[in-house]
């Protein structure tokens, strides 16, 4: 039994992670899926058989925006995630595609600096489980021998992350105080349509995966987070047991957040501080990001290694206006918090086969 490797990482290339980073504010810069995560993925799919893949990243950033301008100084922002994750190939065809389906599980830590961390002098710290990630359905289609290959599906997250506090929020007023609750996870449904497209021929992968998050509300307090559009690009070519070449992505939030209805401007920090909820009605947190970097994998046979670096050269934020007065009377003009992150990251994958239908046996050959 042979394993395709190359095949199997077209189709490994799914993980999951989320967070916050000013989390002081829910409506800050949040994805459920780390943008980059199909960089070096395809649209192909691998033999019939069940596949695991294991996952591991960190992303080592800052915030960025004009929430800089607030907090007055640099604010790092850093995370260790891993993933566990299968992919199923029963062989089955649909419409001339070929059909597959992914589970995967994160795991992970984040660690916030000061000054936006919770506890002044402090780095604020938090990890759990991750919001589970599945796409019951993925069909890829060859288009005849030219090489190129499509595939699309549909990923979602279910809401089973860590979450703690009894709205689920990151932070609630006591006295005085502020005290945080750090969620890994978060309390909404995520549906992601997912397409990429490859060009897959002569040891070329040209791929653009395209995939947007779409949202429902938290579950505890009622807050939307927007839409996230996501592209990442690949272009490697495979030298023997070699693959190199330039990757990168390109993600933003393409819809505003929603918090309109009484429970969420209730159960919202900033609800709680101003007392009213007014500037949570109609927030419009917008947010960019683009990076570049580089892959290399090394094709050992019954597994494979892959690992990427990107540099996020681009990052934009907007939209986050807390008008005068809000935090107190020591806010006497009003504020942009608008956030997002500007950083490094460095991705590794290990793909591997678990099992494969046992070819039929053949007939014995006799000669005389």
């Known amino acids: 039994m042979k394993s395709n490797i190359r095949a199997l990482l077209a189709a490994a290339g799914v993980t999951a992670f989320a967070f916050s980073p000013a989390h002081a504010f829910e409506g800050g810069v949040q994805w459920q899926q780390k943008p980059g995560v199909f960089i070096g993925s395809s649209a192909g799919v691998p033999p019939p058989g069940i596949y695991m893949f294991d996952q591991v990243f960190t992303y080592q950033t800052n915030l960025a925006g004009p929430i800089q301008s607030a907090v007055g100084s640099h604010n790092g922002v850093q995370a260790a995630v891993d993933i566990q994750g299968f992919v199923f190939v029963p062989g089955w065809t649909f419409l001339g595609a070929t059909y597959d389906a992914v589970l995967a599980q994160p795991f992970g830590m984040v660690s916030v600096g000061?000054?936006?961390?919770?506890?002044?002098?402090?780095?604020?710290?938090?990890?759990?489980?991750?919001?589970?990630?599945?796409?019951?359905?993925?069909l890829s289609w060859k288009l005849g021998t030219s090489g190129f290959v499509v595939k699309t599906g549909l990923g979602i997250f279910a809401p089973t992350g860590t979450v703690q506090g009894v709205q689920g929020t990151n932070i609630v007023v006591q006295g005085n105080s502020l005290n945080g609750f750090m969620n890994f996870g978060?309390?909404?449904?995520?549906?992601?349509?997912?397409?990429?497209?490859?060009?897959?021929?002569?040891?070329?992968?040209?791929?653009?995966?395209?995939?947007?998050?779409?949202?429902?509300?938290?579950?505890?307090?009622?807050?939307?987070?927007?839409?996230?559009?996501?592209?990442?690009?690949?272009?490697?070519?495979?030298?023997?047991?070699?693959?190199?070449?330039?990757?990168?992505?390109y993600a933003a939030q393409v819809s505003n957040d929603k918090c309109s209805d009484a429970t969420c401007i209730a159960t919202h920090p900033l609800?709680?501080?101003?007392?009213?909820?007014?500037?949570?009605?109609?927030?419009?947190?917008?947010?960019?990001?683009?990076?570049?970097?580089?892959?290399?994998?090394?094709?050992?046979g019954p597994a494979s290694l892959t690992v990427w670096a990107t540099q996020e050269v681009f990052s934009k934020a907007s939209g986050g206006i807390i008008p005068a007065g809000t935090l107190g009377p020591t806010q006497p003009v009003a504020l942009d918090l608008s956030n997002t992150t500007k950083g490094m990251t460095v991705f590794a994958t290990l793909s591997y086969r678990l099992w494969a239908p046992e070819e039929p046996a053949k007939a014995p050959m006799f000669h005389k």
Do not use: C
């Open 271 to 300: 609800g709680l501080l101003s007392g009213t909820g007014n500037p949570l009605t109609g927030q419009t947190q917008r947010w960019q990001l683009g990076a570049v970097g580089g892959l290399v994998e090394y094709n050992f």
């Open 114 to 138: 000061n000054p936006v961390a919770e506890n002044p002098g402090q780095v604020g710290m938090f990890s759990g489980v991750h919001n589970t990630y599945f796409a019951p359905v993925e």
């Open 186 to 249: 978060n309390k909404y449904w995520t549906f992601q349509p997912e397409l990429i497209l490859s060009y897959l021929k002569d040891g070329w992968n040209l791929s653009a995966a395209i995939y947007e998050e779409f949202n429902t509300a938290n579950q505890l307090d009622h807050y939307t987070q927007g839409d996230v559009f996501h592209v990442d690009f690949t272009a490697t070519k495979t030298i023997g047991k070699w693959t190199f070449g330039p990757v990168g992505y």
